[in-house]
T-cell receptor
Framework: ETGVTQSPTHLIKTRGQQVTLRCSSQSGHNTVSWYQQALGQGPQFIFQYYREEENGRGNFPPRFSGLQFPNYSSELNVNALELDDSALYLCASSLSAGLGEQFFGPGTRLTVL | DAKTTQPPSMDCAEGRAANLPCNHS???????VYWYRQIHSQGPQYIIHGLKNNETNEMASLIITEDRKSSTLILPHATLRDTAVYYCISNNKFYFGSGTKLNVKP
């Protein structure tokens, strides 16, 4: 059984660019949640996908969007990058919708210059 | 909002019990309390959860007050590897807060 994986591990972009982050959920999990974690802060919930549908969204603007695929892997897309988007982006998978017991990936460190 | 509040940091001597408090006074009756920890530069790791009764697993014990307004995570014999940020959250709101930085000292 493989755990949650994320790619890439690190990424550097410039302001105004677009970025796509990827997440493979743990085997058997149909729910993926995305979080943004700024330095020194706790994770902030961006949104959750359950069986390919968005199932809840945090206080993030529409330029943060996502997808979940039939195999339950997921993408986080961020358009028009801003300096404040620099953070660790965490993906977590779980057996069902809601918070519950989530299994986190190692994260993608995004730096926006 | 069923947000939680935790002290920003705590120290614990290696081998002693670490007791981490969490206030969740606005939690509703059907909301579970979950505890996660995050070791530096890694993704958070699930520890334990509970609703009303005290819970124990191989990692920790969770004591929830009868009025459910607060809980305590207990690491019975803290080791240096337990140094991490510990988060207490409810399963209704996806709010991690800033957690408690536990420093286990030799």
């Amino acid at each position: 059984e493989t755990g949650v994986t994320q790619s890439p591990t690190h990424l550097i972009k410039t302001r105004g660019q677009q970025v796509t982050l990827r997440c493979s959920s743990q085997s058997g999990h149909n729910t993926v949640s995305w979080y943004q974690q700024a330095l020194g802060q706790g994770p902030q919930f961006i949104f959750q996908y359950y069986r390919e549908e968005e199932n809840g969204r945090g206080n993030f603007p529409p330029r943060f969007s996502g997808l979940q695929f039939p195999n339950y892997s997921s993408e986080l897309n961020v358009n028009a990058l801003e300096l404040d988007d620099s953070a660790l982006y965490l993906c977590a998978s779980s057996l069902s919708a809601g918070l519950g017991e989530q299994f986190f990936g190692p994260g993608t460190r995004l730096t926006v210059l | 909002d069923a947000k939680t509040t935790q002290p920003p940091s705590m120290d614990c001597a290696e081998g002693r019990a670490a007791n981490l408090p969490c206030n969740h006074s606005t939690i509703s009756g059907n909301e579970y309390v979950y505890w996660y920890r995050q070791i530096h530069s890694q993704g958070p790791q699930y520890i334990i959860h509970g609703l009303k009764n005290n819970e124990t697993n191989e990692m920790a014990s969770l004591i929830i007050t009868e009025d459910r307004k607060s809980s305590t995570l207990i690491l019975p014999h803290a080791t240096l590897r337990d140094t991490a940020v510990y988060y207490c959250i409810s399963n209704n709101k996806f709010y991690f807060g800033s957690g408690t930085k536990l420093n286990v000292k030799p």
